[in-house]
């Protein structure tokens, strides 16, 4: 069985940070695509940043690019958000996901073509 938990959400203040983490049983990250996605009510999962094999295959959404780092772990086989200098805007249900069969970070773009999902973490921001 393969299972994909996301962990460290909570509350922050605007301006203020966070780090989520992914921990992933039955299955290696590796090489392969990864990414982390957020959703709030009323709308689509988006892409937020993902990885391919290298950091130079690497895409963030816009409106989290120098704000947001993704990061993969090989040794602890965990995935890592850390985000910087939070607005409001940001506040949403985060997952994280893996493809085993690609190694592009398109999965930001074709947001359904990551096979595997953790179940999310909440992040609140206030203002």
């Known amino acids: 069985e393969v299972q994909l938990q996301a962990s460290g959400g909570g509350v922050v203040q605007a301006g203020g940070s966070l780090r989520l983490s992914c921990a992933a049983s039955?299955?290696?990250?590796?090489?392969?695509?990864i990414g982390w996605f957020r959703q709030t009510p009323g709308k689509e999962r988006e892409g937020v940043a993902c990885?391919?094999?290298?950091?130079?295959?690497?895409y963030y959404e816009p409106s989290v690019k120098g704000r947001f780092t993704i990061s993969r772990d090989k040794t602890k086989n965990t995935l890592t958000l850390q985000m910087n200098n939070l607005t409001p805007e940001d506040a949403a249900v985060y997952y994280c996901?893996?493809?085993?069969?690609?190694?592009?970070?398109?999965?930001?773009?074709?947001?359904?073509?990551?096979?595997?999902w953790g179940q999310g973490t909440q992040v609140t921001v206030s203002s």
């Open positions: 996901a893996a493809d085993p069969f690609s190694s592009a970070h398109y999965g930001c773009i074709d947001v359904w073509s990551m096979v595997y």
């Open positions: 039955g299955f290696t990250f590796d090489d392969r695509a």
């Open positions: 990885m391919g094999s290298s950091n130079d295959n690497t």
